[in-house]
């Protein structure tokens, strides 16, 4: 039996297990440190809300390939740290990386957290970076944050900003569609008022939103950052013909050159850092 089909998952969650411990897993456990340094700018910001304490329990929801689960372990380190994510793959570099860097008080579990029996009031923080917007009943998956977050415990979140706030979604969108229709969904968990009242109805309260700008990091220079963003989006030209691929590549390229600075290839990003309490 595979890890996959030993997952327990809700049936909404199904598609997402397929993706995230399938192809989509796979590329993000071999670029692990090159989505870490994409976002790298939000990460002072991120941990000074969590404010977590050297007793406290931490649950990373989605933590994907563990960098955040051992920043917050090394932050509890009379506590402990508990990554989970849909990602077998992911999950392996988290766990190597635990024992090369010798973090002792941290662990890490394949699970769906939006139904997984977390022991109730276990955790004093809850933290996840952009995992938490792929669930696919999200009252449900918060209620079972919520039971699972001891009274007074916080709740910490990174989700993007609508679509139109972040020019990295917007850029890679409309060049991948390469003249043909660009997707227009917001990201899940873009609207403020749907986080909170999404947030009070699973069991939270306090609920704040703050609106959070950085750059966010491709690559080192064009060619390395056409490479990476290529690989991640590349499948969307797969339909076309040879010449419209290439003309499409070429249109990455020259967008990447507009965005060259003396670090790197940088694109504006928009952010929530979502804080809330649990009564």
Not at 73 to 78: G, H, I, K, S
Not at 83 to 88: F, N
Not at 196 to 212: K, M
Not at 213 to 218: A, D, G, L, Q, V
Request: hydrophobic fraction near 45%; proline fraction near 4%; glycine fraction near 8%.
């Amino acid at each position: 039996m595979s890890e996959s089909t030993a997952v327990r998952v809700d049936p909404t969650n199904e598609r997402m297990l397929k993706a995230w411990d399938g192809d989509d897993g796979a590329l993000w456990a071999k670029r692990a440190q090159r989505f870490n340094d994409g976002v790298a700018a939000y990460r002072d910001t991120f941990f000074a809300a969590a404010d977590i304490r050297p007793a406290d329990n931490v649950l990373d929801v989605g933590c994907g390939a563990g960098q955040t689960t051992l920043d917050a372990a090394r932050l509890a380190v009379d506590g402990s740290a508990l990554g989970v994510d849909l990602s077998s793959e992911m999950l392996g570099v988290a766990r190597r990386l635990a024992e090369q860097e010798r973090v002792p008080n941290v662990s890490f579990e394949q699970v769906d957290a939006q139904v997984h029996p977390f022991a109730e009031a276990r955790f004093d923080v809850v933290i996840s970076r952009h995992g938490s917007m792929f669930f696919g009943t999200p009252l449900a998956a918060f209620a079972n944050l919520a039971r699972a977050t001891r009274p007074g415990g916080r709740l910490v979140l990174l989700t993007w900003q609508p679509l139109r706030l972040n020019e990295w979604i917007t850029t890679f969108r409309t060049i991948f569609a390469a003249g043909r229709e660009v997707p227009s969904s917001d990201p899940a968990l873009s609207d403020q008022l749907e986080i909170e009242e999404l947030l009070n109805s699973a069991g939270y309260t306090d609920v704040r939103c703050t609106a959070v700008n950085k750059p966010m990091y491709f690559g080192q220079d064009v060619d390395d950052a056409a490479d990476f963003i290529v690989e991640q989006h590349g499948g969307r030209l797969s339909d076309l013909d040879e010449a419209r691929r290439a003309a499409a590549i070429e249109d990455l390229r020259a967008d990447l050159a507009e965005h060259q600075a003396d670090r790197g290839v940088f694109y504006g990003s928009a952010a929530w850092l979502i804080e809330a309490r649990r009564p």
